[in-house]
């Protein structure tokens, strides 16, 4: 018989035997520590008197020594922290730093020239001299401190020998020579001690300024201060390659980065300002000697920087060859000279350059691309949103061209370029996805001198492959490498992309040529009608990525549709043409389409036309909004015929539902007038019951239709101005409740919303409605008394409609008889007393909130017992 011990005693065993293990665990981790500190190598200057076999661990020449206890750690060393260390030669530098400067600027004036001179000469050559002194000791920090205030007093010489020597002296010029001076001081120091880390940053940092300063202080044009920036940044990328440090070359990479950007900036400025070609190949020199920079650097640096430095290089080159042919174009034109050039640059994929920096240079050229296509987008979204200012004014007449349709105020001359950019990128990306075998072909040097590593590969060396296959990821394999796109989606995205910009270069080609108005309308029909035979149709499915043009049309025809549709407001006769081509297009699209979702937004796009035909023929004929209502509801009428025909049809679902959309605006548009609301919501409630025929439509349209119809009850009883609504309402409650008795007695399983909700929702909300604004007292005494008698019957039999429905009017009703007398007790009371109650209230819901949540989940578990 097996012995189970009580829970507390076996509680009490497993908290021992985790103890047991905790403490095991601990002592492991502390054998580990010390074995890891036996196998490290000694210390260079080991702390005097440390003696690691007295505390039984093995000795730097005994391994065999007998190890120490586990339990036992060895001393710490009595030396100071390093942090405290640090912080009080800062602290003491920074001292000593304030007091010459002081001295420097206030005391200085109290001395002759010679003391001068010997004062600055002794204490900066006692601080230049101090740190070599303190490495040879070993006082690294102290050193490092002393270097800090030797570089101030150093400038500061260079402040007083311009005070004092040469005040005449111009301060640009001075301040260039010092510069240059001190850098080279501070570089020969900085090499002689090499243990600093001070010295060398502090010369490049002082190295920037020499040539910026000097072109400055000569009066130099724009054109020379660039090259003095470019001579520094190329100095600065030498050093970034090839110095001592780590604080060297970030510093001359930070220093390089900074000059070279300004270089380039001001051949930028000079490139784009220049008068004439002539003028542009100064600064065009200046920006090929900058690229040419960069790549050299590019050339040996890790890959990061390898693709930055193309980058650079990339744009530099296309700012200098298309600048020279921009400054000879018009305003509207010179983007294509910087496109050319930028195309130009794809060429670097056939050329020796290293992968990484190659790369870079073709990351600038579609960066060049991107921002001549985001220029581009305010003249395209002008001709696809600008028709919705025709929205206020339809059917005005028909506007003399494209621009006086869209209303937009650009300007449209400078705009020229625009489709021409968007279509040769089209007709480029369009090639690539045509042709992608070949484009893989020409690209696959650069590709295969691409390494996974930080560096480039030899030419020739075979590219990253795909996992689980022999072949490289770029081939149009079916799977990718780890962190590249498949060939499919690249070719896929280059199609969609293509067919999107081709699509927008056309309609902004007629926008900026301003085409009549009849052939702006037309030439945006056919191009939906183009947009969806190229989602019906696409290109051969072999094809890899047709599956994604094929999406992208999808998206695009109907975004089309609606520029078209919208632009045809402008007149009657042409938005009949449009929205009726556009209904039988897409309607013939969703019955040659293949998959769901295709279909389903063919279908939807072709209802929604045609809902839209129903209201133009409503305004037609002069009829008022309220008066169109009706025959706005031909669609959804229609709709539930097609959804009966197509039955489980993926297609009846969104049709029937853009159908229920239809019949909801023609609700809206019969809101002003209550009698034509009345026959919308009766008509709706005909379709409604006429699509719950349906056996799967039932459990929805069933209730819909019911609500809809007492729904145009109400309304109708509210135009007429009845004032007695009972004498209406009552022959239609009693015959529903006896019906829903029958229906319980059957079945008593039957929910009583079902059985009794229709028929008191019938008479209880309309008396209820007339209730709130009779004066008179007895009609609100009855409804509260046949309520009270309702919520009991319904509390006493479990059935929720009618404890719900009674219950709502009961509380509804006496609110409504007791609020005169709650403004008056309000009124009556001091202003505090409402917001104390309220706060008493909550701390009271506070204290007590478990219970009250408890209350509720009773009240709805009780609830929802109920039938």
Same mark, same amino acid.
């Given at each position: 018989?097996?012995?189970?011990?009580?829970?507390?005693?076996?509680?009490?065993?497993?908290?021992?035997?985790?103890?047991?293990?905790d403490?095991?665990?601990?002592?492991l981790?502390t054998?580990?520590?010390?074995?890891?500190?036996?196998l490290?190598?000694?210390?260079?200057?080991?702390a005097?008197?440390w003696?690691?076999?007295a505390?039984g661990?093995?000795g730097?020449?005994?391994?065999?020594?007998?190890?120490?206890?586990?339990g036992?750690?060895?001393?710490k060393?009595?030396?100071?922290?390093?942090?405290a260390?640090n912080v009080?030669l800062?602290?003491?530098?920074?001292?000593l730093?304030?007091?010459?400067?002081?001295?420097?600027?206030?005391s200085?004036?109290?001395?002759?020239? %010679?003391?001068r001179?010997a004062?600055?000469?002794?204490?900066?050559?006692?601080a230049?001299?101090?740190?070599?002194?303190?490495l040879?000791?070993?006082?690294?920090?102290?050193?490092?401190?002393?270097?800090a205030?030797?570089?101030?007093?150093?400038l500061?010489?260079?402040?007083?020998?311009?005070?004092?020597?040469?005040?005449?002296?111009?301060?640009?010029g001075f301040?260039?020579?010092?510069?240059?001076?001190?850098?080279?001081l501070?570089?020969?120091?900085?090499?002689?001690?090499?243990?600093?880390h001070?010295?060398?940053?502090?010369?490049?940092?002082?190295?920037?300024?020499p040539?910026l300063f000097?072109?400055?202080a000569?009066?130099?044009?724009?054109?020379?201060v660039?090259?003095?920036?470019?001579?520094?940044?190329?100095l600065?990328?030498?050093?970034?390659?090839?110095?001592?440090g780590?604080?060297?070359?970030?510093?001359?990479?930070?220093?390089?980065?900074?000059?070279?950007?300004s270089?380039l900036?001001?051949?930028?400025?000079?490139?784009?300002?220049a008068?004439?070609?002539?003028g542009?190949?100064?600064?065009?020199?200046?920006?090929?000697?900058?690229?040419?920079?960069?790549?050299a650097?590019?050339?040996?640096?890790?890959?990061?920087?390898?693709?930055?430095?193309?980058v650079?290089?990339?744009?530099?080159?296309?700012?200098a060859?298309g600048?020279?042919?921009?400054?000879?174009?018009?305003?509207g034109?010179?983007?294509?000279?910087?496109?050319s050039?930028a195309?130009?640059?794809t060429?670097?994929?056939?050329t020796?350059?290293?992968?990484?920096?190659?790369l870079?240079?073709?990351v600038?050229?579609?960066?060049?691309?991107?921002g001549?296509?985001?220029?581009?987008?305010p003249?395209?979204?002008?001709?696809?949103l600008?028709?919705?200012?025709?929205?206020?004014?339809?059917w005005?007449g028909?506007?003399?061209?494209?621009?006086?349709?869209?209303?937009?105020?650009?300007?449209?001359?400078?705009?020229r370029?625009?489709?021409?950019?968007?279509?040769?990128?089209a007709?480029?990306l369009?090639s690539?996805y045509?042709?992608?075998?070949?484009?893989?072909?020409?690209?696959?040097p650069?590709?295969?001198?691409?390494?996974?590593?930080?560096g480039?590969?030899a030419?020739g060396?075979p590219?990253?492959a795909?996992?689980?296959?022999?072949?490289?990821?770029?081939?149009?394999g079916?799977?990718?490498?780890?962190?590249?796109?498949?060939?499919?989606?690249?070719?896929?995205?280059?199609?969609?992309?293509?067919?999107?910009?081709g699509?927008?270069?056309?309609l902004?080609?007629g926008?900026?040529?301003?085409?009549?108005?009849?052939?702006?309308?037309?030439?945006?029909?056919?191009?939906v009608?183009?947009?969806?035979?190229?989602?019906?149709?696409?290109?051969?499915?072999?094809?890899?990525g047709s599956a994604a043009?094929r999406?992208?049309a999808?998206?695009?025809?109907?975004?089309?549709?609606?520029?078209?549709?919208?632009?045809?407001?402008?007149?009657?006769?042409?938005?009949?043409?449009?929205?009726?081509?556009?209904?039988?297009?897409?309607?013939?699209a969703?019955?040659?389409?293949?998959?769901?979702?295709?279909?389903?937004?063919?279908?939807?796009?072709?209802?929604?036309?045609?809902?839209v035909?129903?209201?133009f023929?409503?305004?037609?004929?002069?009829?008022?909004?309220?008066?169109?209502?009706p025959?706005?509801?031909?669609?959804?009428?229609?709709?539930?015929?097609?959804?009966?025909?197509?039955?489980?049809?993926p297609?009846?679902?969104?049709?029937?539902?853009?159908?229920a959309?239809?019949?909801?605006v023609?609700?809206?548009?019969?809101?002003?007038?209550?009698?034509?609301?009345?026959?919308?919501?009766?008509?709706?409630?005909?379709?409604?019951? %006429?699509?719950?025929?349906?056996?799967e439509?039932?459990?929805v349209a069933?209730?819909?239709?019911a609500?809809?119809f007492?729904?145009?009850?109400?309304?109708r009883?509210?135009?007429?101005e009845?004032?007695?609504?009972?004498?209406?309402?009552?022959?239609?409650?009693?015959?529903?409740?006896?019906?829903?008795?029958l229906?319980?007695?059957k079945?008593?399983?039957?929910?009583s919303?079902t059985?009794?909700?229709?028929?008191?929702?019938?008479?209880?909300?309309?008396s209820?409605?007339?209730?709130?604004?009779?004066?008179?007292?007895?009609?609100?005494?009855?409804?509260?008394?046949?309520?009270l008698?309702?919520?009991?019957l319904?509390?006493?039999h479990?059935?929720?409609?009618?404890?719900?429905?009674?219950?709502?009017?009961?509380?509804l009703d006496?609110l409504?008889?007791?609020a005169?007398?709650?403004?008056?007790v309000?009124?009556?009371?001091?202003r505090?007393?409402?917001?104390?109650?309220?706060g008493?209230l909550?701390l009271?819901? %506070?204290?007590?909130?478990?219970?009250?949540?408890?209350?509720?989940?009773?009240?709805k578990?009780?609830? %929802?017992r109920?039938?």
């Open positions: 018989m097996e012995h189970v011990l009580p829970p507390a005693e076996e509680l009490a065993r497993l908290d021992r035997e985790l103890a047991e293990l403490a095991r665990r601990a002592q981790l054998r580990r520590a010390w074995l890891l500190a036996a490290r190598p000694p210390a260079p200057s080991a005097p008197g003696n690691p076999s505390w661990a093995p730097t020449g005994r391994p065999d020594a007998p190890a120490r206890p586990w036992l750690v060895p001393p060393s009595p030396s100071a922290p390093r942090g260390q009080l800062t602290l003491g530098g920074l001292l730093t304030i007091a010459a400067i002081a001295f420097t600027l206030v200085w004036g109290s001395m002759g020239i %010679g003391g001179s004062v600055l000469a002794l204490v900066t050559a006692g230049l001299a101090a740190p070599a002194v303190l040879k000791r070993g006082l690294t920090a102290t050193a490092e401190a002393l270097t205030l030797a570089l101030v007093l150093t500061l010489d260079a402040y007083a020998v311009h005070a004092v020597a040469a005040p005449d002296t111009d301060g640009l301040t260039a020579v010092a510069a240059a001076v001190l850098a080279a501070w570089t020969g120091y900085g090499l002689a001690l090499g243990r600093l001070l010295p060398l940053p502090a010369a490049v940092v002082l190295g920037q300024w040539l000097g072109a400055w000569a009066g130099a044009p724009a054109s020379v660039g090259w003095a920036l470019l001579a520094t940044a190329v600065d990328g030498a050093i970034a390659l090839w110095g001592r780590t604080g060297t070359r970030v510093t001359a990479c930070v220093g390089g980065s900074v000059m070279g950007a270089a900036l001001v051949g930028l400025t000079q490139s784009v300002t008068s004439g070609p002539l542009a190949l100064a600064p065009g020199a200046l920006l090929l000697t900058a690229a040419a920079a960069a790549l650097g590019a050339w040996r640096a890790p890959r990061g920087v390898a693709r930055a430095g193309g650079v290089a990339g744009l530099a080159v296309v700012a060859v600048g020279v042919p921009a400054a000879a174009l018009p305003e034109w010179r983007v294509l000279a910087y496109i050039a195309l130009a640059l060429a670097v994929v056939r020796g350059l290293p992968g990484n920096a190659a870079g240079v073709l600038a050229s579609a960066a060049v691309v991107a001549a296509l985001v220029g581009a987008l003249g395209l979204a002008a001709v696809l600008g028709p919705v200012t025709l929205l206020p004014d339809a005005a028909p506007e003399e061209g494209f621009r006086a349709a869209l209303g937009s105020t650009l300007p449209w001359p400078e705009l370029a625009a489709p021409v950019v968007l279509a040769v990128t007709a480029l369009g690539a045509r042709w992608w075998p070949s484009w893989v072909r020409i690209a696959e650069l590709i295969a001198r691409e390494a996974p590593g930080s480039a590969t030419a060396a590219a990253a795909a996992p689980g296959t022999g072949a490289p990821w770029y081939t149009g079916a799977s990718a490498a780890r962190g590249r796109p498949s060939a499919a989606a690249l070719r896929g995205a280059a199609g969609a992309a293509a067919t999107v910009l699509w927008g270069a056309l902004l080609a926008a900026v040529l301003d085409v009549p108005y009849a052939v702006a309308v037309g030439g945006e029909t056919v191009l009608a183009g947009l969806l035979a190229l989602a019906v149709h696409g290109t051969d499915g072999g094809r890899d043009v999406g992208t999808l998206v695009v025809a109907p975004a089309g549709a609606v520029s078209a549709g919208l632009l045809s407001l402008a007149s009657e006769r042409a938005s009949y043409a449009v929205f009726g081509a556009l209904a039988a297009l897409f309607a013939g969703a019955v040659r389409a293949r998959g769901g979702v295709p279909r389903a937004v063919f279908a939807v796009a072709a209802t929604a036309g045609c809902t035909l129903t209201g023929a409503g305004r037609s004929l002069g009829l008022a909004p309220h008066e169109a209502a025959l706005v509801l031909l669609v959804p009428a229609l709709t539930v015929l097609l959804g009966a025909g197509l039955r489980r049809d297609v009846a679902t969104p049709v029937e539902l853009t159908g959309l239809g019949a909801l023609a609700v809206g548009l019969a809101v002003p007038d209550a009698p034509f609301l009345a026959l919308v919501l009766a008509l709706c409630g005909v379709l409604a019951a %006429g699509a719950a025929v349906r056996p439509r039932r459990p069933g209730h819909l239709a609500a809809l007492v729904l145009a009850t109400w309304v009883l509210g135009a007429s009845v004032s007695f609504p009972e004498a209406y309402t009552l022959p239609v409650t009693v015959p529903a409740l006896v019906a829903g008795f229906r319980r007695r079945d008593p399983e039957a929910s919303w059985a009794y909700g229709p028929g008191l929702a019938v008479t209880l909300l309309p209820l409605a007339v209730a709130w604004t009779d004066p008179d007292w007895r009609r609100p005494l009855l409804l509260g008394v046949a309520a008698v309702i919520t009991l319904g509390a006493r479990r059935l929720q409609a009618l404890l719900l429905l009674g219950g709502a009017v009961l509380a006496g409504h008889e007791l005169p007398y709650v403004v008056q309000a009124g009556a009371l001091p505090w007393l409402p917001p104390a109650l309220a008493l909550l009271v819901v %506070g204290a007590t909130y478990e219970q009250r949540l408890r209350d509720a989940r009773r009240l578990d009780a609830l %929802g109920m039938r």
